[in-house]
């Protein structure tokens, strides 16, 4: 079997990643739910996981990021949680994943205004008409990073500044590219990033987050089971708790904690050139042969996506 998917879910992944999760569901408790060795233990972890993520992102404060289930959780939280109104605009692209765009066509029911920026026939957007699509009511920018068709790379760097000198708010969906390439949410001028942890960062299914700039004020998404102020009608309204409510996947970060460490010491250009080499070696191989179709533009640092006709 010759496995294609890698960018879905990484398979397999690091030894240390699971290692880390049997150590952990034989010796972590619930973290800041006690004082005990075994509380403590896992609150050191979940801390520490925040801490590699805060660096892998360029996040000046680890308690910016909230850990979540998945990147489509993540993006609920950020698109609803926004508190846009009716004449509200956003703009996002044409390659976006269904967890960008079902949150987005369930705020345009309640009057948010959507518009699409479109790409060529080889995946690649203009940004030129990004930043001409502007208008006096749009609020946001949402985009992803890669995508999950073709591969194509959006060059976010471009996108931030556009949202910055316009005083925009700058979503990234980061799925499938963190922990592969980079990303630098002060440098890149995001104030939102989603990601999960199955895919680039190597890490198990069930774990994911979202960054979150100290200038954005985000609604809760789901209030309850929090650690602190457990007496008081309302959620904690400080992050990460404002957006972790619940008892935490410790076990599922644990993992995390372990891939992440992976990547810093096998080193993120280390992974890419590799899976870029084995990416080139396989387009090269094939694209001339009859009946393929190759969709996507390799020359973006794109993996991309093939269609045998």
């Known amino acids: 079997m010759i496995y294609f998917d890698n960018a879905a879910t990484t398979l397999p992944k690091p030894k240390a990643v699971g290692e880390a999760m049997v150590e952990a569901l034989n010796s972590f408790g619930?973290?800041?739910?006690?004082g005990h060795e075994?509380?403590?233990r896992s609150s050191r972890?979940?801390?520490?996981?925040?801490?590699l993520l805060a660096k892998l992102i360029g996040a000046e404060d680890p308690l910016n990021i909230a850990f979540t289930g998945n990147s489509t959780m993540s993006l609920n939280m950020a698109?609803?949680?926004l508190g846009l109104k009716e004449g509200d605009e956003i703009i996002t692209t044409t390659l976006e994943h269904n967890s960008v765009l079902r949150p987005i066509y369930k705020l345009k029911k309640n009057g948010v205004k959507v518009k699409f920026i479109g790409s060529d026939r080889v995946g690649n957007i203009d940004y030129d008409e990004l930043e001409t699509s502007i208008s006096k009511n749009t609020k946001v920018i949402i985009t992803t990073h890669a995508s999950n068709l073709t591969g194509n790379l959006v060059d976010i760097d471009?996108?931030?500044?556009?949202a910055h000198k316009n005083n925009l708010i700058f979503i990234v969906d980061a799925s499938q590219s963190l922990g592969v390439f980079p990303v630098d949410v002060?440098?890149?001028?995001?104030?939102?990033?989603?990601?999960t942890g199955h895919k680039g960062l190597m890490g198990p299914t069930g774990v994911g987050g979202i960054y979150v700039s100290p200038k954005v004020d985000l609604n809760s998404y789901i209030v309850g089971g929090s650690g602190s102020h457990s007496f008081s009608e309302k959620h904690p309204q400080t992050m990460p708790d404002k957006l972790e409510a619940g008892t935490p996947n410790i076990h599922g970060i644990a993992g995390l904690n372990a891939s992440l460490k992976y990547i810093f010491n096998?080193?993120?250009?280390t992974i890419r050139e590799k899976e870029l080499s084995l990416a080139k070696a396989f387009y090269e191989g094939i694209k001339d042969l009859p009946k393929i179709k190759i969709y996507g533009d390799f020359n973006s640092f794109s993996l991309c996506s093939i269609d045998a006709q």
């Open 266 to 269: 096998t080193g993120m250009d």
């Open 30 to 34: 619930n973290p800041s739910r006690g």
């Open 79 to 81: 698109i609803l949680g």
């Open 38 to 40: 075994y509380s403590l």
């Open 158 to 162: 471009i996108i931030g500044k556009v």
């Open 45 to 51: 972890v979940l801390y520490e996981t925040r801490e």
């Open 186 to 195: 002060v440098k890149n001028n995001i104030d939102i990033l989603c990601f």
